[in-house]
């Protein structure tokens, strides 16, 4: 993922620079006009600055980390206590199997630190990712399934750690991709035709399947250093968002595909 934003600068910073010294037909680059731009770039993207945060154990919200007891209710704790706390939250997660009966959504000023051996298990079946949120899919505006991780119009957020974030849903959505089409299709139609995103329904009974991770409408956010597996869709989805840092990942889809 750093290649790839990486070599998106440098071919914005080469735009910029090939605008800059056409002349007639002759065109020049210059490497110090390209390296000016690429740094002007970087200047500005700075992903969750460091702010002072109180720094919480899960285990202090009632998790249990036995693979087995539902932890999304302190989860949802957490992030009641960050609102509640001035300057936020640095939650730690540490080692142990965390199971997740639900999403886990966001909140404002958050630090998630996944330390070495925690393991963020998802819950496969769908009925937990209900009600539904409003999301897109495949660049749609719609309403459907949540995210297995999200956040909504939200600031300040650091996901951190040696941890793994592990969708665990290889037997449920996934699978429904070989019948999408007719809900692909449906969805695609009601842009066109200009339906409110508030009538694209996309819940229980639909197979359009969610992503792992999205931020919509949110800014300043660092995701750095955790492994992410059995992603149900797209791993991570970056909608609408801006000043974003994203370093270190490592992705293993269900397809078996790394990244």
Not at 167 to 188: H, V
Not at 210 to 216: I, R, S
């Amino acid at each position: 993922m750093k290649t790839t934003v990486t070599a998106i600068l440098f071919c914005m910073s080469i735009a910029i620079c090939h605008a800059s010294h056409a002349t007639g037909t002759t065109t020049t680059f210059d490497d110090a006009c390209v390296q000016a731009r690429y740094d002007s770039i970087l200047s500005v993207i700075t992903g969750c600055q460091p702010f002072t945060q109180k720094t919480r154990i899960i285990t202090s919200f009632g998790a249990k980390g036995d693979g087995k007891t539902d932890c999304k209710p302190a989860f949802d704790k957490a992030m009641k206590a960050a609102d509640k706390t001035r300057g936020g939250l640095h939650l730690t997660v540490p080692k142990g199997v965390w199971y997740m009966k639900g999403p886990l959504h966001l909140t404002s000023n958050i630090t998630l630190e996944l330390q070495e051996g925690a393991l963020l298990r998802f819950a496969p079946e769908p009925h937990y990712y209900l009600p539904m949120v409003r999301t897109s899919w495949e660049g749609t505006f719609c309403q459907n399934y949540s995210p297995f991780i999200y956040a909504f119009q939200k600031e300040n957020i650091h996901i951190m750690g040696k941890g793994t974030i592990d969708g665990n849903c290889m037997e449920t959505f996934p699978t429904w991709r070989a019948n999408q089409k007719p809900d692909q299709q449906a969805l695609r139609e009601q842009d066109h035709n200009m339906t409110p995103i508030a009538d694209r329904n996309y819940g229980e009974g639909h197979l359009l399947r969610p992503h792992l991770m999205q931020f919509f409408g949110c800014r300043n956010i660092t995701i750095e250093d955790v492994f992410i597996t059995n992603s149900p869709f797209w791993c991570i989805h970056l909608l609408k968002s801006e000043n974003i840092i994203c370093r270190g990942l490592r992705c293993k889809t269900c397809e078996q595909r790394w990244y």
